[in-house]
């Protein structure tokens, strides 16, 4: 994915002032920032749900987005959604979906609703639908919100798997958790993209 020059204003407040990226592949980045600072109006850049008012992204590949208030149906199941996303996908099987399931631990989830789910499920299954059609990037907003701590640590072991699959992953959040574990960094600061240290070494 590449980002150019990305500028996006709300009446006359301009939230977005030149940003400028490029996510790899086989990379796990991270954007971090004050709430405020736009990072929400660049994921939803990033996925296509908005248009910017200058700039330009370009990508290769399918994408994932998961954003950081889940679009769920309480009324449905877990195993309804699932199968609503195979068939919006066009997808043959669910064995990726599967996959993700069992990671995370919440099969056991599968025929109850979401609107009796916890906050966590929740977003187990959001993270669920944006990588069941196995995507090229995934673009995560606030992605372990509710997790505990064994879910927290299953969440960075998948992040860790679809980078060695050479898939790229983009987290944003308020703070930077785990820095160590990112290939690249940047902090959200006045509307612009800084490139900040991270603890991770090849």
Not at 127 to 132: D, E, F, I, P, Q
């Amino acid at each position: 994915m590449e980002v150019s020059d990305v500028h996006h204003a709300y009446r006359k407040r301009q939230v977005l002032r030149g940003v400028d990226l490029e996510l790899r592949k086989g990379l796990v980045a991270g954007i971090v920032g004050e709430n405020g600072a736009g990072k929400t109006t660049l994921l939803s850049i990033l996925s296509g749900e908005l248009r910017p008012d200058r700039g330009r992204v370009r990508h290769s590949g399918e994408l994932g987005y998961c954003p950081q208030a889940a679009v769920l149906n309480n009324s449905l199941t877990v195993n309804q959604h699932i199968d609503f996303f195979k068939t919006a996908r066009c997808l043959p099987d669910l064995r990726r979906a599967g996959e993700i399931m069992e990671l995370l631990q919440f099969r056991e989830y599968a025929e109850e609703r979401v609107g009796v789910l916890s906050g966590g499920t929740r977003q187990k299954l959001n993270l669920t639908l944006a990588l069941m059609h196995d995507p090229q990037i995934l673009l995560l907003d606030e992605p372990y919100q509710g997790f505990d701590w064994e879910t927290y640590q299953r969440f960075w072991e998948l992040a860790t798997r679809l980078r060695e699959g050479g898939r790229s992953v983009l987290v944003v959040s308020h703070l930077a958790y785990d820095a160590e574990r990112l290939d690249l960094l940047w902090r959200l600061d006045g509307g612009r993209l800084c490139a900040q240290t991270t603890g991770r070494t090849e």
